[in-house]
């Protein structure tokens, strides 16, 4: 069959663009040896990033499954008006520029801001501290987390738990062992988007809690810090980083199709819907 | 209505109340939340919980009564299995079992067979009539099948957009039927305002019939026989009649025929 110009053209677009996104990464694992790579991840600065990191996203994130859940629930079950505009509010910090995100913690938290000066006269300063890394993480990511799991409580068919009330259970135990489990393959998939992106954050992290190595200086903000000084640490992180990435897309493509396979009788809510962000 | 009863819907007025227990009362602000109501909600798609085996299902009412109820609605076998791998007729066993686990003090049943095939539709009434008669507890059926009416109900209620047009036992909904709605949902004939029952119409062939007192008369072209059997549906103009296969046999599309009732066989409807 002839190709027609249409189809070289296409091809032609096609095969720039997945190189010009391809390249990088590649670059990546190329510039530096790659058995070098353990050694330069030993390195005291990027230990001391990896652990910041890791503390300051884990306590974000147990903060946004504890607070995000039950405020994705609400979103998803009740229609009231105002609604819509909830939504949106939780939905900004997906498009606000992460800088902006610093700054505006910063009018929050900072000296002379709205919480700011009430929380100091209690001896509470939480700018340029591990907290401030908490709040900007839990801030940019949080809305990965709320946006799906309220399309995750709302894919589950409205007739169970309904039925389960008329079984005797309380909203207290049909929330726990209806809607929950039901939802739970939607909301794990948000928790990894989530923890995805907290781990990845710079520009709020860098405004509103500085790089402070050791105590706010989490691995992006590592390889900010070592361009200039030790490239190849800087590239060691990038590595890392990519391969948590990797991960990250990789689970939550198997927990969407998780949640394709819990399916009820005839009903046509129960069915998957995409884990997009 | 049946979800109103359940407490998953406030009506705008009225009483909700299960021997003297008020459920629900407008007037005076009464609404018992659905777990605090003792009901068993049967729903048209069963609505059985796909994480949980048929074991969990039913116990989720009520642990106690679970294995009992299983067996003697021949669901013990399949207690492990997913609600997903059962047949209709074996999804709406668990979930009848599974609403009577919690012992209700009434069962309600939302077109309970509505999403069966006809074949299986027709056996699974059989038995639901006999567990509904063992059970002998206050139920609440909705239907849009008058047979379904006629073989599980003590009483039927009629209600048509919205209003109850009659509330009477099957017998008296087929022979005194209150108007044209409730005559049409018995399968009535409603010629001249009188409802007549397709099995009380002749159909005579070749010479209109000779007039006499008390028969009333419709002439009509068949327009289409239908084989159900011992018996036919013969379609005559507007009429529905019911002959034997024999003379059914004997009829043509397109030909000229007459309808044949006694005033007697038949019954005079109110205004509607």
């Known amino acids: ?277 | 209505m049946l979800r109103a009863v359940a407490g998953l819907l406030a009506p705008d007025e009225g009483r909700i109340a299960l021997g003297g227990e008020p459920w629900f009362d407008a007037a005076a602000r009464v609404a018992l939340a659905p777990e605090r109501r003792a009901v068993g909600l049967v729903f048209q798609d069963y609505a059985l919980f796909p994480h949980l085996s048929v074991a969990q299902n039913v116990a989720f009412g009520g642990a106690a009564r679970a294995d009992e109820l299983m067996r003697r609605l021949h669901i013990a076998p399949l207690a492990a299995e997913r609600p997903g791998r059962l047949s209709g007729g074996e999804r709406q066993r668990v979930a009848l079992a599974r609403a009577l686990a919690r012992d209700p003090g009434v069962l309600l049943l939302d077109e309970p067979l509505a999403a069966l095939d006809a074949h299986t539709r027709a056996v699974v009434r059989g038995e639901l009539a006999e567990l509904l008669r063992e059970l002998a507890l206050p139920t609440l059926l909705v239907t849009h099948d008058h047979r379904d009416a006629v073989v599980l109900a003590d009483r039927v209620g009629v209600i048509v957009d919205g209003r109850l047009r009659q509330l009477a036992t099957p017998a008296e909904l087929l022979h005194a039927p209150a108007d044209r709605f409730v005559a049409a949902f018995t399968g009535a004939n409603v010629v001249d305002g009188m409802a007549v029952q397709p099995w009380a119409v002749r159909v005579v062939t070749g010479a209109e019939p000779a007039a006499a007192p008390g028969v009333h008369v419709v002439a009509g072209a068949i327009e289409s026989v239908e084989d159900e059997g011992p018996r036919a549906h013969v379609r005559l103009g507007a009429i529905v009649a019911e002959v034997p296969a024999a003379q059914a046999a004997q009829l043509a599309r397109g030909q000229r025929a007459w309808a044949t009732f006694a005033a007697a066989d038949a019954h005079v409807l109110g205004p509607s």
């Open chain 1, 1 to 277: 069959m002839r190709r027609s110009g249409f189809d070289v053209l296409v091809g032609v677009a096609a095969a720039v663009a997945l190189t010009f996104l391809a390249l990088p990464l590649i670059a990546l694992f190329t510039q530096v040896p790659l058995t070098d790579v353990p050694g330069l991840l030993g390195d005291p600065v990027v230990r001391d990033a990896l652990e910041v990191t890791l503390r300051t996203n884990l306590v974000a994130d147990a903060g946004i499954l504890a607070l995000g859940t039950p405020t994705a629930f609400l979103l998803a079950r009740r229609r009231f008006r105002g609604r819509s505009l909830l939504v949106t509010l939780v939905e900004l910090p997906l498009v606000l520029p992460p800088a902006v995100a610093g700054i505006a913690l910063l009018a929050a938290f900072g000296r002379g801001g709205l919480l700011g000066d009430a929380l100091a006269d209690r001896g509470i300063v939480l700018p340029f501290t591990e907290w401030a890394v908490v709040l900007a993480v839990a801030f940019v990511a949080a809305p990965f987390y709320v946006r799906q799991a309220i399309a995750s409580f709302e894919a589950v068919d409205p007739q169970l738990p309904a039925a389960a009330r008329t079984l005797g259970a309380s909203p207290a135990r049909t929330f726990l062992r209806i809607d929950l489990p039901l939802a739970a393959g939607g909301l794990a998939a948000g928790a990894v988007l989530a923890f995805a992106r907290g781990v990845g954050e710079f520009g709020a992290t860098i405004i509103f809690a500085g790089s402070v190595r050791g105590e706010t200086q989490t691995l992006t903000l590592g390889i900010y810090d070592q361009l200039e000084s030790n490239f190849d640490a800087a590239l060691a992180i990038g590595i890392l980083l990519v391969v948590l990435s990797g991960a990250v897309l990789l689970s939550v493509k198997i927990l969407g199709s998780w949640r394709s396979s819990s399916s009820t009788s005839p009903s046509p809510f129960a069915r998957t819907r995409s884990a997009s962000a």
